[in-house]
């Protein structure tokens, strides 16, 4: 552990925290702090443990954030600035479509899936459960039979 894995609290300055734990040394020191002081701070949209009073987080953004914000500053100065108006673009046609035989819409004339129906013709092993005993034995007699018959066939 060297002296560089300490880093400074934005919050208080006088706390030096561990690097990897600095984000948990912000939860606890946010908790310290009092309500007035709580409104004045704002964390950065880009680094969450960058913590500056709000009257500087534009500052901050532009200048000192050390994160890679180059484009959202690019944006920022564009809402900023007025756009200039889309003229001429009014009477621009519309975009080409595709078009498509199919008609997803559609429902196909297809009936219901029931798996038990579509066993019935084949040596499929089927089991039972949650019946009582009585409807267990009748149903594994009803299958021997089915087994039976289709290796008959």
Not at 19 to 32: M, S
Not at 58 to 64: A, F, M, S
Not at 65 to 73: D, K, P, Q, R
Request: hydrophobic letters at 30%.
């Amino acid at each position: 552990m060297s002296f560089n894995d300490f880093v400074t609290c934005p919050i208080n300055k006088n706390h030096r925290p561990l690097r990897g734990r600095l984000d948990t040394h912000l939860v606890r020191c946010c908790r310290a702090l009092d309500t007035q002081q709580k409104k004045k701070m704002v964390i950065c949209p880009f680094n969450e443990t960058h913590s500056v009073s709000a009257a500087k987080l534009l500052d901050h953004i532009r200048n000192k954030c050390t994160c890679n914000v180059s484009n959202f500053v690019n944006d920022m100065k564009e809402l900023e600035e007025p756009k200039p108006s889309l003229k001429g673009l009014d009477n621009a046609p519309p975009p080409k479509t595709a078009e498509c035989e199919d008609d997803w819409d559609l429902e196909p004339d297809v009936g219901t899936y029931k798996p038990l129906h579509n066993c019935d013709d084949k040596l499929v092993v089927r089991s039972i459960k949650g019946q009582s005993r009585a409807v267990r034995q009748e149903f594994r007699y009803n299958e021997r039979r089915r087994f039976a018959e289709l290796k008959d066939k």
